[in-house]
C-alpha cells in the first residue's frame, strides 16, 4: 500500500465519494418515491417505473444491498483516509482524517444527494434502476442472507412482514391530495371530486327539504285550489296528500296529469290514479347510498322517515347532484337566497338555512355535526328561544339574534369570524 501513490489514492478517494453519493441519493428516492405515481407509470409500461417497482416489491432486499454498497464504500473510504493521513502527517494525523472524511461525506454523500433525491426523486430513482437490478442479481446471495437475518429479527421482536407496506388512503387523506394538486386538477373539478368524497359523510337529513316547507297537493282543498295550485307549479314532481304530509298517497308529475288538465277532466280519482307510490327514506342515510338506492329504483324523489314512520322532509336526486356539481341556477352573482350581505360587512341569514350550503356558499366553517339549520343552532347553543338583540358566539362566528317567533329564530346577523372566543350576552 505505501508503494501506491498518493494521487491514485486521493482520486480513490474521491470515487468512494461519488459512489457513497450515489448509495444515499438514490436510497432517498426510492424511499420517498410517489407510490400512485408510480404504479400509474408503470401500467403504462414506463421501462424505469417497471424496474422500480419491481425492486420496490422487496423493500428488505433492495435497502440491504444500497446499505451493503454504501458502507463498504464509506469504509474503504475511512481506510483510505488513515493511510494518507499517515503518509502525510504521521499519527498525529488521524484525527485530523477523520474529521475532514466525516465532514466531506456529510456535506458532498449525504445531506447534498438525499436533499436533491428527495426534491427530484423519479430523476434519482428511474435510472439506478438499471444499475441496481444487475448489482441485486450479482450479490443476491449476500443480499439474501442479510434479508434472511433481518426477517429473523422481526420475528423475534413480533413484527409482521407487510405491516409497513402502503396503505390505502383513507376519504380524508384522498381530499387532502386532491385540494393540494394545484394546477394540476382544475378549481371546479377539485371542488366536484371533494364533493363526491363527502357523500359518504353527509347523510339526507343533511340536505332534505324540511318538512315544514314542502310543497304538496292537499286532496281535501277545494277542487279550483288544487287546479290552481297545479296550475302555478314550479316543480315536476308533487306529493298528493290527504290532510297533512303524514297521509301521502304518492308522487304525481306534471307531465302525466297535463293531458286531462288540458281537455278539462281531471279529477281527483284521477289524480291519485297517475300518482307513483312513495318512495320513503330513512334518515341517517348517506348521500352515497341514497344516490345508488336512486339509481337502483329508478326514482328522483323521496320522503325522508324517522324510526317511528314520520316524515320528517323531502330529498330529490337534483339535491345530491347539488353536493357535487354546485347549485343549479343561471344567475351565478347568486350565493343564497338566505343569506343577505349588509354595508357594515355582516350577512343577514334566515334561520331556516342549512348550515351546509351557509358554509359552501360563503366558505365558512360553523359546525355542521349537530343541527342542520341556523336556528337549531342558536337553540342548541343557548338552550332557549331568544329575545332580539341577543348575542353570542358560535365557533368564533359573532350572531345576534334579529328576529324570532313564538318557537324559532327567524332572523340572525352573522358577522366575520374572529380569531378569539367570548361569552354570549344578553
Known sequence: MH?????????????????????????????????????????MNHPGALRV??????????????????????????????LIALRLLGESGLWMSTLILTVVILI?????????AAMYPERFAYPAAYIYVPLLKTFYPIVWLISMITNGLFKIL???KGEGAMQQLSRDELRTVVNEAGALIPQRHQQM?????????????????????II??????????ILKQLSTSQHTRLP??????????????????????TRGDLSAEILIQLANKPFFVPEGTSLNNQLLHFQKNKHRIGLVVDEYGDILGLVTLEDILEEIVGKFTTDASITSPDIHKQDD??????GTANIREINRAMKWSLPTDGPKTINGLVLEHLESIPVPGTSLLIDHYPFEIVQTAENAVKMVRILPRLQSKVTHKK
Open 240 to 261: 298528493i296528500y290527504y290532510n297533512d304530509i303524514d297521509g301521502v298517497v304518492g308522487m304525481v308529475h306534471m307531465k302525466n296529469i297535463l293531458h286531462h288538465h
Open 345 to 350: 360587512s355582516s350577512y343577514l341569514v334566515t
Open 53 to 82: 417497482q419491481a425492486l420496490l416489491d422487496r423493500p428488505d432486499r433492495l435497502i440491504g444491498l444500497i446499505l451493503l454498497g454504501n458502507n463498504f464504500v464509506n469504509i474503504l473510504a475511512s481506510s483510505i483516509a488513515t
Open 193 to 213: 371530486l371533494v364533493g363526491i368524497l363527502d357523500l359518504e359523510k353527509a347523510t339526507v337529513e343533511d340536505i332534505m327539504i324540511p318538512r315544514a316547507e
Open 108 to 116: 458532498f454523500a449525504e445531506v447534498t444527494p438525499k436533499t436533491l
Open 158 to 160: 413480533g413484527i409482521r
Open 3 to 43: 508503494d501506491i501513490p498518493l494521487a491514485a489514492l486521493f482520486i480513490t478517494i474521491f470515487i468512494l465519494i461519488l459512489l457513497s453519493a450515489f448509495f444515499s441519493s438514490t436510497e432517498t428516492a426510492m424511499m420517498s418515491i410517489n407510490r400512485y405515481r408510480l404504479r400509474h407509470r408503470a401500467k
Open 216 to 225: 304538496g297537493i292537499d286532496l281535501e282543498d277545494d277542487w279550483g285550489t
